[in-house]
Antibody
Framework: EVQLVESGGGLVQPGGSLRLSCAASGFTFSSYWMHWVRQAPGKGLLWVSRINNGGSATMYAGSVKGRFTMSRDNTKNMLYLHMNSLRADDTATYFC????????????WGQGALVTVSS | QSVLTQPPSLSGAPGQSVTISCTGSSSNIGAGFAVLWYQQLPGVAPILLIYDSTNRPSGVPDRFSGSKSDTSASLAITGLQPEDEADYYCQSYDSRLTSFVFGSGTTITVL
């Protein structure tokens, strides 16, 4: 069974940093591209970032470019999102999502991790 | 503001049909990029309903169907059931933004 389990969410002050992790199991992690998608409370879905299966290429939404860094460790089946210079509008549930081919077919989603940016 | 526009809400009685529209532009749907649809039940993560505009993953009932024309796409739900009450999102890629984009979301209510 495919499982994606996010962790590392919590309360952080504006301007602070946080690292989200996603533990993958039940599939060959190194064969899949991965994404982060977020959802502010009561709002819609917003794509955040994508990484290729080997970890050598990343892409980011304009609103997080230069502040967020996505990475992966295929030896540990782990995905990461390093978030710096956090703002109040980054407050959201962050989902770790699997993509078989990198073209945005988001076929399995984690349960999400809540990040709250507030003083 | 989403680059893919959906109606905020639709409703229908059990057994009826509803169609959700997703209106884009020449830089996303009109450019030939795939359209996908997701269902998000209250309080849980989204699930993939339709990919490549018209294809259903295994396990998705054939009551759900997708179509695409020019700069728009649609998700049709036939034979509405109470468990179809959820938020539905379309998704594509935008070449001007160089970003994946989601629609604004549509809440389906089964009366």
């Amino acid at each position: 069974e495919v499982q994606l389990v996010e962790s590392g969410g919590g309360l952080v002050q504006p301007g602070g940093s946080l690292r989200l992790s996603c533990a993958a199991s039940g599939f060959t992690f190194s064969s899949y591209w991965m994404h982060w998608v977020r959802q502010a409370p009561g709002k819609g879905l917003l794509w955040v970032s994508r990484i290729n299966n080997g970890g050598s290429a990343t892409m980011y939404a304009g609103s997080v470019k230069g502040r967020f860094t996505m990475s992966r460790d295929n030896t540990k089946n782990m995905l990461y999102l390093h978030m710096n210079s956090l703002r109040a509008d980054d407050t959201a549930t962050y989902f770790c999502v699997r993509d078989p081919s990198g073209v945005g077919r988001l076929d399995h989603w984690g349960q999400g991790a809540l990040v709250t940016v507030s003083s | 503001q989403s680059v893919l526009t959906q109606p905020p809400s639709l409703s229908g009685a059990p057994g009826q049909s509803v169609t959700i529209s997703c209106t884009g532009s020449s830089s996303n749907i009109g450019a030939g990029f795939a359209v996908l649809w997701y269902q998000q039940l209250p309080g849980v993560a989204p699930i993939l309903l339709i990919y490549d505009s018209t294809n259903r993953p295994s396990g998705v009932p054939d009551r759900f169907s997708g179509s695409k024309s020019d700069t728009s796409a649609s998700l049709a739900i036939t034979g509405l059931q109470p468990e179809d009450e959820a938020d539905y999102y379309c998704q594509s890629y935008d070449s001007r933004l160089t970003s994946f984009v989601f629609g604004s979301g549509t809440t389906i209510t089964v009366l």
